[in-house]
């Protein structure tokens, strides 16, 4: 049985306190209530107390503070985790949005990046010298959960996940001890961490692998939604024959409103969202089999690689409400093709849709057990997000999402993207590490076997 913070004598509170560098936040504090915001409005958490760790020696002592004191402890990176991984009720969160660097090493285009850095902050910092590390599709997510779970965004069809760019990473551990780990040391660890999420240590600083991306030749491209079929038909084969600069995630969806023209605004479509990596020299030649297939509207062009990392910032600011369904897919087949027209024509609220995300080329090409994401031959990571700014539609957009999920998971591969869960079970934990499952129980009964990294896609302590 967890303790809570309330069955701690102010003395121990206070002698914790006084080790830290940074602060501790306790209800009675008058910014408790905006501390215990996360991305996702729906999530409402209550942790006893929140450490605002600024640097590692902080992270050492909230993970001996929470293991001696038995807490339920939560850690949270960018806190944008769909089912509110980064929070707690009652226990401790050890917050890492104080442990922000980002060093770009030009002699061998490595980054390293502070544990609790959001992705736009290092889009920023590695652009000026014409690098880019692969990540997701919104800048203001978090390094840490995204990494840790896998990380699919424009360039996996170019240089994979975000997990096959990691390099090394600094962890604490559940005893409080302080790694390196590396394909040479602490392996398993460094195995682990490249998939099975934040179920093995803190992670305090991430080293990336970088590459040359400057400017990339992209943005949305719209047909009306009684074009679904056959446009994800074209879009399955177009893909699979493509460069591997070219990617292209696909979507149902409605168009909102501004910046889009006002005979868009609030009508449903198939859209297909591009990101060309390549030279720029040979954007009319890639995109014209695109055009051919007379998009009702379309807004591609040359932007700088930031510009589409922060491109549906906007649109998606934080505090909506998320409800989130996600699995795996290898094709889409007419039967696919048909719920998605039939769901995608009925999308409940104007900021709910449903992405389909390459996992191709190089994305696919990684071994199947040389992290522990298990799905390479699959060709897409699906995810269908029913969102609104209006808690009173929240049922609303978790039926619709539910429903649209139960329509599709019998055409999946079984399991989803770890990142893209909400709370489901472990069941469907097992399931989305498949075969590497029990290779994860393994190391995770060497290093954490109390469990106690538990608030996560949470991989048990083997037998
Ligand atoms: C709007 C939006 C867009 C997204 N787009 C993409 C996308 O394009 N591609 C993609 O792959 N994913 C995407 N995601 C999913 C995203 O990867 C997950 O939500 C991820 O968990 C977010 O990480 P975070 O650090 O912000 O979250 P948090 O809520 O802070 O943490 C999530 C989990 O990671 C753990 N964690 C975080 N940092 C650390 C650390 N340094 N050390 C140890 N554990 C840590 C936490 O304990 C928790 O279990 C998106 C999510 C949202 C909300």
Not at 360 to 377: E, I
Not at 402 to 413: C, G, I, R
């Amino acid at each position: 049985m967890k303790k809570i913070i309330n069955d701690l004598t102010p003395t121990v509170i206070e002698t914790f306190a006084s080790q830290l560098r940074g602060r501790i936040v306790l209800p009675t504090d008058s910014d408790y209530e905006s501390e215990c915001q996360v991305y996702n409005g729906m999530i409402k958490k209550h942790p006893g107390m929140i450490v605002k760790c600024v640097d590692v020696a902080d992270v050492i002592a909230s993970v001996n503070f929470g293991r001696e004191n038995n807490l339920l402890t939560a850690v949270r990176g960018g806190g944008h985790n769909g089912g509110g991984l980064g929070l707690c009720n009652d226990g401790l969160v050890i917050d890492l949005s104080g442990l922000k660097f980002v060093r770009v090493n030009v002699a061998d285009n490595t980054v390293r990046v502070g544990g609790g850095n959001v992705w736009g902050e290092v889009d920023h910092a590695t652009h000026p010298f014409g690098l880019a590390v692969p990540a997701g599709i919104i800048s203001t997510t978090g390094v840490g959960g995204l990494t840790l779970g896998g990380g699919v965004g424009h360039l996996s069809r170019k240089y994979g996940l975000t997990i096959d760019n990691l390099l090394e990473a600094d962890m604490v551990l559940a005893d409080g001890s302080f790694v390196t780990v590396n394909a040479s040391q602490n392996s398993n660890l460094f195995w682990a961490i490249r998939g099975g999420g934040g179920n093995f240590g803190i992670l305090t600083s991430f080293k990336f692998q970088a590459h040359p991306v400057k400017t990339v030749f992209g943005g949305p491209t719209l047909w009306p939604i009684e074009k679904t079929e056959e446009i994800m038909e074209w879009y399955h084969d177009f893909l699979n024959s493509a460069p591997d600069e070219l990617n292209g995630f696909i979507a149902t969806m409605i168009i909102p409103g501004a910046p889009f023209p006002e005979h868009l605004h609030n009508k449903q479509f198939c859209g297909i969202v591009w990101c060309y990596s390549g030279n720029m020299q040979k954007t009319e030649e890639i995109f014209k089999p695109i055009l051919a297939k007379g998009p009702l509207f379309e807004h591609v062009g040359e932007m700088p690689y930031p510009a589409i990392q922060t491109l549906f910032d906007g649109l998606m600011p934080p505090g909506l409400q998320w409800y989130w369904r996600a699995d795996f897919f290898t094709d889409l087949g007419p039967e696919i093709r048909a719920q998605h027209l039939k769901f995608g024509s009925n999308i409940p609220t104007p900021l709910s849709q449903m992405h389909l995300y390459p996992i191709s080329g190089a994305a696919g090409r990684v071994g199947k057990t040389d992290t522990p994401w298990a799905y390479q031959d699959a060709k897409y990571a699906g995810v269908i997000v029913g969102v609104d700014p209006d808690p009173a539609n929240a049922e609303k957009i978790t039926h619709w999402c539910k429903e649209y999920w139960k329509a599709l998971h019998p055409y999946s591969s079984g399991g989803a993207y770890s990142n893209f869960l909400m709370d489901e079970g472990q069941e469907r934990v097992q399931k989305s590490y498949k075969h590497n499952y029990k290779r994860l129980t393994q190391i995770k009964k060497k290093y954490d076997p109390g469990n106690f990294f538990s608030v996560n896609q949470n991989i048990k302590p083997g037998a």
